[in-house]
């Protein structure tokens, strides 16, 4: 008996610890620190003058051996404020990583959106120098992507590269 009112006082008290948690973080904290708290009416992403994209029959990938300024704004009231700002690094196939891919060496090709990528700040495959064990890692992400792209990238990168692994991220909105 006394086991099951410890039992029921313990999960009653982990569920208001919980809605306390939520309306605390709800109410107090991301109300202060969140974009769609903002009466934003637009939101612009800039790229740096000049070729970017590069398209191809089905799909499309960034020039080879780039450095491109990236930028996105919110345009409020009259005032754009910028949420980030940050240069995108290509290798020599245009893709977002700054060591240069070998041809005949294993790897490992990570395909994905711009949370692959690593949109808004460096990419975060750089931080592996472009190696792990055995492989060398290909990063496939490219922003504003679905699976129809990277299919279609998978394949072109395929006819060129030894291709071990792939990593196939979705995250749809």
């Not at 009112?5 to 009653?12: H, P, R, T, V």
């Not at 191809?56 to 949420?83: A, G, M, T, W």
């Not at 990528?117 to 504003?144: R, S, T």
């Amino acid at each position: 008996m006394i086991f099951k009112k410890n039992l029921i006082l313990f999960i009653f008290s982990f569920i208001f610890g919980l809605l306390i948690t939520e309306l605390f973080l709800k109410y107090i904290y991301f109300n202060k620190n969140n974009f769609n708290q903002i009466k934003a009416t637009a939101r612009y992403m800039i790229f740096e003058e000049g070729n970017v994209f590069k398209p191809y029959n089905n799909f499309f990938k960034y020039h080879s051996n780039k450095q491109i300024l990236s930028e996105v704004f919110y345009k409020v009231d009259d005032e754009f404020i910028k949420e980030y700002s940050y240069e995108i690094v290509t290798n020599n196939f245009g893709l977002v990583q700054s060591n240069n891919i070998n041809k005949n060496q294993a790897s490992i090709l990570f395909l994905g959106d711009s949370f692959i990528e690593g949109q808004g700040e460096y990419a975060w495959i750089n931080h592996f120098e472009g190696k792990f064990k055995n492989f060398q890692l290909i990063n496939g992400g490219i922003l504003g992507t679905g699976p129809k792209q990277f299919l279609n990238l998978e394949k072109h990168i395929s006819k060129e590269y030894l291709i071990s692994k792939v990593l196939f991220f979705y995250l749809g909105d």
